[in-house]
């Protein structure tokens, strides 16, 4: 049995639940891979999952799915994604009322332990400095006393694929390196001891509203004695209380990090790179906005896949 991860690389739940929902139907998916540019195939069938994790900013379009999908006997938690910026560091997402209102309609169909907020990325800019972030980070974690149990922080990370719209802003922002030689014109490193600073106060802040914070692929503000637990965006132990009778399968999983910090165990994610139209700058799984929603505009909820690549075989073709 395998732990589906849906989706690291889009919001499936937001813009793709009839995909995933006739794809369940079928009993398997193909996935495409962005390198080879080739498909492998996914199992769907409920033998198979283990646990689905879905990952959103908009639960609400997903919520008539989510209800046939446990009908059937499946099982999942979220990670769902809940910040105060709005534009210009996220173009088109949902309302803060409809996040809100969407994690509200999950706690109550699942229990709050198998709702995570996420507050993340943390983008400390000139428009958005550490004083703005302490007061937004308090109203939203007395919204979300409750209806969530943790919530996983992380700072922004400059990466290939979105330094120039961070520095498209125009505003100075500080960011965690994840790799060498990137220089991005507006951009300052945000130092370690200033990020565990930053961390502990913040888990201060989620105490008082029953929140425990969790730090996501940054190994620096772990630090339990401040109350900054290290995240498992894929948990083991959250996946054994939420199939208890599938201990077994559950207790096989192996650590499985995605990148340095991280503390995810090992999972298969179904989605797909540059296809969510969402327009966040910082995110790191699309070029633009405007390359997602043209996948998007192509995208058939009847397709195997929930990308195929243009002028090659389709995944029926090259996986049946």
Known sequence: MRVISASRRTDIPAFYGDWLENRVAAGWCAVPNHISRKYYCVSLRPEDVLAFVFWTRNATPFLRSLRRLLDKGYRGYFQYTITPYGKPFELSGPSEAQALEG????????????????????????????????????????????????????????????????????????????????????????????????????????????????????????????????????????????RPEAAYSAARLCEKPTRAGCGCFESVDIGAYDTCPFGCVYCYASKSQASAKANLARHNPTRPALFEFQGKPSPDEELL
């Open 103 to 242: 994690i509200a309609a999950l706690s109550d169909l699942l229990e709050p332990e198998f709702v995570q907020w996420r507050y993340d990325p943390i983008i400390i800019s000139d428009v958005t400095p550490w004083y703005w972030h302490l007061a937004q980070f308090e109203r939203l974690a007395e919204e979300m006393m409750g209806r969530a149990s943790t919530c996983v922080i992380s700072f922004a990370q400059l990466y290939a694929k979105n330094r120039s719209a961070l520095d498209s802003l125009g505003c100075a922002y500080r960011y965690v390196p994840v790799a060498e030689g990137l220089r991005p014109k507006h951009g300052t490193v945000l130092p370690a001891a200033e990020r565990r600073t930053l961390a502990s106060e913040l888990a201060r802040i989620g105490a008082r509203y029953g929140l425990r914070v969790a730090a996501c692929c940054d190994s620096a503000l772990v630090d339990e004695s401040a109350g900054v637990f290290q995240s498992h965006c894929i948990d083991r132990d959250l996946i054994l209380r939420l």
